[in-house]
């Protein structure tokens, strides 16, 4: 460990250290971590709780817990292996780059947190989160962005289920998400420029528009509001929009449509546009061009 004073501010440099004890470096100020193993026979949880104003570069963990409270973080060239349970909750303001999270519920309840250059396999990842920022980024997760609000992709290949439940402010550019039951409850999305595969795609939301976007997967876009598509494809769909208040402009043929509850839909050719067995009264035009 050494010290060095910049603008008189001293900044405690820890490298080339193994800690494995519980609260190893708790409550750390101003610091830089360089090159530290996490891991060992003592087990310890919380390695970094606490922490404010560091910087953490070219280590690695395997223990649980390691940056719950912190605030003010970047994590560069950081390994977190599958032992690294819940790594992040509670954190604000932190910058992740080139590194890889692997561990469950990787980021929990943060706010202010941007992911760049790196890959994410953590089921759980990123629940009510606040300003969530993922680029250039590979992440697989089960269940993901449950309950968070102000979150935005780019250039993100995903994989997944039941992703973006009940968000609130989420922004889509460039992605390829593979993921079954998308955007449930999900309020105020906009994806742009992406192709998302998956079953019962947005049953549910409210403002979800799509740009430019392939869509692929069985009934997908029923029971939703203030639904918008522009020139997007869909392909292998079947029994869309069922009870939805949607506007929508559709390249090429969708396999059917099921009972718009309001609205009018653009397509050049569809298989079949069903006109019974619906409970409400609907009124959605499909017009073919």
């Known amino acids: 460990m050494s010290n060095i004073t910049d603008n008189n501010t001293t900044c405690i440099c820890i490298s080339h250290e193994t800690h494995d004890e519980e609260r190893a470096l708790y409550g750390l100020v101003h610091a830089c971590v360089n090159n530290v193993t996490f891991a060992g026979p003592a087990d310890g949880e919380s390695s970094l709780k606490e922490c404010r ?19 003010g973080f970047s994590l560069q060239n950081v390994t977190m292996d599958e032992l690294t349970r819940a790594a992040i909750w509670y954190a604000r303001h932190g910058r992740i780059s080139n590194s890889t999270l692997g561990g469950i519920k990787a980021v929990r309840e943060c706010s202010d947190i941007s992911i760049d250059k790196s890959t994410i396999d953590s089921p759980e990842f990123g629940w009510m989160c606040h300003d969530l920022r993922l680029s250039n980024t590979t992440l697989t997760s089960e269940y993901p962005f449950f309950h968070s609000t102000g979150v935005s992709l780019d250039n993100v290949t995903m994989t997944g289920k039941y992703s973006f439940q009940y968000v609130d402010g989420l922004t889509i550019e460039d992605s390829v998400l593979d993921t079954k039951d998308a955007f449930w409850h999900a309020r105020n999305v906009t994806v742009r420029n992406s192709v998302i595969k998956g079953e019962y795609l947005g049953w549910y939301s409210d403002g979800l528009t799509l740009v430019n976007c392939h869509i692929e997967g069985t009934q997908p876009l029923c029971y939703a509001k203030n ?47 069903v006109r019974d067995g619906s409970v409400y009264d609907c009124t959605g035009e499909v017009l073919v061009r």
């Open 53 to 71: 104003d560091i910087c953490v570069v070219d280590s690695s963990f395997s223990l649980r817990y390691p940056l719950w409270h912190t605030t």
């Open 227 to 273: 639904l918008t598509l522009i020139d997007c494809e869909m392909v292998g769909c079947d029994l869309a929009f069922e009870y939805s208040d949607v506007n929508a402009t559709i390249s090429g043929h969708v396999d059917s449509i099921k009972n718009p509850r309001s609205g009018m839909i653009f397509v050049d050719s569809v298989g079949e546009v």
